[in-house]
């Protein structure tokens, strides 16, 4: 489903989430470096063209 993940170069990685867009796909998601942990995203991606996150 997702063709490209695109990276992010300011965050630290903080743990895999299942993600309900991608049928419980799990993904890694990243965090502030000085921001609480629990404020976390992940990395937008590429999927049959468009950009999703």
């Known amino acids: 489903m997702v063709d490209k993940w695109l990276k992010w170069e ?19 998601t990243y965090y502030q470096e000085g ?5 976390s995203y992940t990395a937008p991606f590429v999927s049959d063209g468009e950009v999703g996150y």
């Open 10 to 28: 300011n965050g630290k990685e903080w743990g895999e989430i299942e993600c309900p867009m991608l049928d419980g796909e799990r993904v890694m």
């Open 35 to 39: 921001v609480p942990c629990y404020y």
